[in-house]
């Protein structure tokens, strides 16, 4: 369970929903494919997020910052912490879906959304330089509530001279 912020009737929530999108159409049944992430290039057209997108059903995920791993030389990985300079807490771009299970209830998921990591994010994530799409806070109500073609706009990489990162213990 992570939190999230929605917009409903107008004004902002923060709800608890599992991490790992599960489609309407799957019943309640996470998939088998990881869900937590959904790329920014496929949020249009892969049927997992597709409906989500389509609905504008999207959410914030407020954090501190982040774990990233990087891979060595020898092929070892060490973890490195990730978070921003000016603000202690930010939120990144996300979906979100409810899926009905067979009692008649739902199952509220979400996914936060990558994009192509900027030159600190491709440093640290060199396996596979992605990183979280980070909002700039004046970006909220927009991502929240503005039509797709605005909010897809949003969905870049954070300035890597705003960020930090550091190796930490495994």
């Known amino acids: 369970q992570v939190p999230v912020v929605v917009q409903r009737e107008g004004k902002r929530e923060a709800l608890l929903m599992r991490w790992g999108l599960v489609p309407w159409w799957a019943r309640g049944v996470p998939l088998k494919a990881s869900t937590v992430n959904a790329t920014v290039e496929r949020l249009h057209n892969a049927p997992s997020y597709r409906d989500a997108w389509q609905r504008a059903q999207r959410c914030i995920l407020p954090m501190g910052g982040f774990y990233e791993p990087h891979l060595n030389e020898d092929g070892t990985r060490d973890p490195f912490f990730v978070r921003l300079t000016e603000r202690e807490v930010f ?19 979400c996914t936060l959304i990558t994009v192509p990591a900027n030159t600190l994010l491709a440093a640290v994530h060199n396996e596979k330089p992605r990183m979280p799409a980070i909002l700039e806070e004046s970006a ?4 929240l509530c503005d039509p797709p073609q605005i909010a897809r706009a949003l969905l870049r990489p954070y300035p890597p001279d705003s960020m930090q990162a550091w190796k930490v213990s495994r």
Do not use: D
Not at 91 to 109: I, N, T
């Open 140 to 143: 909220y109500r927009s991502w």
């Open 91 to 109: 939120g990144v771009a996300g979906l979100w879906e409810r899926s009905p299970l067979a009692e008649g209830s739902y199952l509220s998921s």
